[in-house]
């Protein structure tokens, strides 16, 4: 049972992540919200696994926080390399005229 609150947890702190990163356009919005999730379940079974127990606080706040630093790295780097991409595509359609692709 304490998997399925971790997990909610996770999937709540990635939807957060998603208002809160800049970029937010470029992603998309349930993005974040299962990154969170799927971190806080890998982490609490590790967690557990490693033999903490699901009734101690810091398997709570590990879960927790890492899901969302987790859910907030994928975010900035998914944002910054659609941002490039787009900026690219962009410089070889007004250079070449046509987008990529067609001829």
Same mark, same amino acid.
């Given at each position: ?5 971790? #997990? ?11 208002? #809160?990163?800049p970029l937010r356009g470029s992603r998309g919005t349930l993005l ?11 982490? $609490?079974?590790?967690?557990? $696994? ?7 606080? $810091?398997? $709570?706040?590990?879960?927790?926080? &890492? ?12 944002? +910054? ?10 410089? +070889?359609?007004? +250079?070449? &005229? +046509? ?5």
């Open positions: 049972m304490e998997l399925l609150f971790a #997990v909610l947890g996770g999937v709540l702190l990635g939807a957060v992540v998603h208002v #809160v990163v974040t919200a299962a990154v969170g999730g799927i971190a806080a379940a890998v982490l $609490w079974e590790a967690l557990t $696994w490693a033999g903490w127990s699901p009734g101690a606080t $810091w398997i $709570w706040v590990v879960a927790l926080l &890492g899901s969302g630093l987790v859910a907030a790295a994928v975010a900035w780097l998914l944002g +910054r390399r659609r941002d490039a991409a787009d900026t690219a595509h962009y410089e +070889r359609v007004v +250079r070449d &005229g +046509r987008p990529a692709g067609q001829r």
